[in-house]
């Protein structure tokens, strides 16, 4: 159990950002609960973050100068976001309840308020491997397991989860109190991580 805290903490960790972003321009989001559901990004550190927070589908909720340091968002960005507000849609009106209480498969977000999950879907997964929600899903089954790539997705996040809070903390004199990784450290908007430059 305590495993399964550290592991969403690990996604909520990368798509706090993203559901910041994605407030002001989905209806029905609850920003207060969802923030305080999230755990709170380590105070000195929020650095290892930024890359993942560019936050795609809302540019016109910031400043011109913040949209200058973004990354443009990727060529499935509006499908995502579609699909993404098809599911908030539906789930109008249970956004703080728990997901595994809303959704029907839900062995990885245990305790994650339901609306955060599309978010978490979107930014969190979608956007960091570039991918349409059907690299993961048949769309519309989101609760099958009709492709391998939900389950390593999973296996994705017990990894993080083993990074983050057993092997990083052991290596020392790093500059950051808190280093962390998330699936963007890793895919930076590709299926398969790079392994030359
Ligand atoms: C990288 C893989 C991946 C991508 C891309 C992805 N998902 Fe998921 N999705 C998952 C995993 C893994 C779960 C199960 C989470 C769990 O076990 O708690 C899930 C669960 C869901 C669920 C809950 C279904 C239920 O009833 O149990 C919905 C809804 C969903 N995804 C929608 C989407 C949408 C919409 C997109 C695109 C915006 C998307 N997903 C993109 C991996 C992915
Ligand atoms: C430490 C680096 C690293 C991190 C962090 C990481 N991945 Fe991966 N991921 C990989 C590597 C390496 C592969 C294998 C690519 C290959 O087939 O050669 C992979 C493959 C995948 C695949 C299979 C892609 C396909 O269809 O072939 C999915 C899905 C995936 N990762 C999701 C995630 C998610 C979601 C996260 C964050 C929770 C994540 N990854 C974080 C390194 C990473």
Same mark, same amino acid.
């Given at each position: 159990?305590?495993?399964? =805290? !550290?592991? !969403?903490?690990?996604?909520?960790?990368?798509?706090?950002?993203?559901?910041?972003? /994605?407030?002001?321009?989905?209806?029905?989001?609850?920003?207060?609960?969802? /923030?305080?559901? /999230?755990?709170?990004?380590?105070?000195?550190?929020?650095?290892?973050?930024?890359?993942?927070?560019?936050?795609?589908?809302?540019?016109?909720?910031?400043?011109?100068? =913040?949209?200058?340091?973004?990354?443009?968002?990727?060529?499935?960005?509006? @499908?995502? *976001?579609?699909?993404?507000? *098809?599911?908030?849609?539906? &789930?109008?009106?249970? @956004?703080?309840?728990?997901?595994?209480?809303? !959704?029907?498969? &839900? $062995?990885? #977000?245990?305790?994650?308020?339901?609306?955060?999950?599309?978010?978490?879907?979107?930014?969190? !997964?979608? $956007?960091?491997?570039?991918?349409?929600? $059907?690299?993961?899903?048949?769309?519309?089954?989101? *609760?099958?397991?009709?492709?391998?790539?939900?389950? &390593?997705? $999973? *296996? =994705?996040?017990?990894?993080?989860?083993? &990074?983050?809070?057993?092997? #990083?903390?052991?290596?020392?004199?790093?500059?950051?109190?808190?280093?962390?990784?998330?699936?963007?450290?890793?895919?930076?908007?590709?299926?398969?991580?790079?392994?030359? #430059?």
């Amino acid at each position: 159990m305590l495993r399964r =805290m !550290f592991a !969403f903490a690990a996604i909520a960790y990368l798509a706090v950002s993203a559901s910041l972003a /994605a407030r002001s321009q989905v209806p029905g989001s609850a920003p207060a609960a969802e /923030a305080a559901a /999230a755990p709170a990004p380590p105070a000195r550190d929020s650095s290892a973050a930024r890359p993942s927070m560019p936050p795609p589908g809302s540019p016109g909720a910031n400043p011109p100068a =913040m949209r200058a340091a973004m990354a443009p968002p990727d060529s499935f960005a509006a @499908e995502r *976001d579609s699909l993404m507000n *098809d599911v908030l849609e539906k &789930i109008a009106g249970r @956004e703080n309840a728990p997901a595994e209480s809303v !959704f029907k498969n &839900i $062995r990885l #977000l245990k305790g994650v308020p339901a609306g955060r999950l599309p978010r978490i879907m979107n930014f969190g !997964f979608g $956007r960091s491997l570039g991918v349409r929600c $059907r690299h993961c899903h048949v769309e519309g089954h989101w *609760d099958a397991e009709d492709k391998p790539q939900k389950q &390593i997705a $999973r *296996d =994705m996040s017990e990894m993080l989860h083993t &990074i983050n809070t057993e092997l #990083l903390p052991k290596v020392k004199n790093l500059k950051s109190e808190h280093p962390t990784v998330n699936c963007t450290t890793c895919h930076r908007g590709a299926v398969k991580p790079a392994l030359n #430059l």
